[in-house]
């Protein structure tokens, strides 16, 4: 025997259908009737059999930005899964996520009986209290013959704590109310004079920027050739350029010597280094090929103390001494802050 299937199949169609089967005696004929349109809802999406609805929320109390579940709810037997359940309208202020739908529904000699529901998540963005209106679900009693409409009451939900509505909404339950401040800024005299100035646009041609960037190449030409003449005078100084040098190499030992720090011979020979290629710069000298009693003389000559003199010389024996010698880190500390303090006063005596 062929079990017809589908919603009209199930209950009535608008249509007759004629279901036969044949055994060898006899040929029976199975007819479903339609639906009747007297008396059908205008929200009536399909639903027959014996359901009972509802609408209920699992927290009517909460906070802006906590969560509230309003569960949409059909149960009882029937044609379950061939409608729709009806959908909640939710204020503006409550931020409505896409529902969760969930079938519980077990399969008879009776027919399809359970329950399907609908749960939106909603989440307020405001301080009050919102009102999600009532609901209507209507299914057809196929026992009775009859519509049945079922309305389940508006669903409130209150928010105490949070940010207040920036306006009045009409769909909150609640109206909002803000006090009239007064203040010396409500009333203003109409402006009977005005400061308006013309807009005038100057053309770039003929205007004073216009010459000044004609005249820009050539004064840079000029520019440009006394530049070169002094790179060029710089280049052949000679004399100039290896005691340049010299100072150069003096900052770099020196600082080289810093980083050696701990490191005896290293340290040391970064920084007699340093000390030859200063007096290099200062006295135009080889110091190389010239004795300390020289190089003590020499800075005489220009006008060094001799207390200052006294100490470079010891600040150079130190280094020819001290790579074949026991020493510390915190000797070769002090050495290096008394080389930096002897080479800062000769330079400002010279």
Partial sequence: MGIPTGRGDFFGNMITRNISYSTASD??????????????????????????F?????????KANDAAQIKVEVKGSGNLKLFEIPKIITPAELEAYTPEHKEDVTTSLNGLRGSISDAYTVVPQFKGKYKIPEVTFSYFNPNEERYYTI???????EVTEGK???????????????????NGNNFRFIALETKLNPIIKNDFLHSTEFYLLLLLPFLAIPIGILIGKKRAKRAGDIFGNKIRNANRLARKYLSEAKKQLGKKEAFYIALE???????????????????????AELLQNKEVDANTIKEFIT???D???ARYTPTTDVMMKNVYEKT????????KQL
Avoid: W, Y
């Fill in 315 to 317: 600040v150079l024996n």
């Fill in 319 to 321: 280094c020819d001494f």
């Fill in 164 to 182: 207040e509505l920036p306006f009045v909404n009409n769909d909150s339950a609640a109206s909002f109310k803000k006090n009239v401040v007064a």
């Fill in 340 to 347: 930096v303090e002897i080479l800062t006063e000769i330079d």
């Fill in 27 to 52: 040929v029976r004929k199975v007819r479903v009737k339609a639906l009747p349109e007297l008396g059908k809802p205008e929200d009536f999406s399909g639903a027959v059999g014996d359901f009972e």
């Fill in 273 to 295: 280094k340093a000390l030859h290629n200063f007096l290099k710069a200062k006295l135009q000298i080889e110091t190389l090929e010239m004795s300390k009693e020289k190089i």
């Fill in 151 to 157: 309305l389940a009451e508006a669903v409130f939900v």
């Fill in 54 to 62: 509802s609408v209920k929320a699992d927290k009517n109390v909460l």
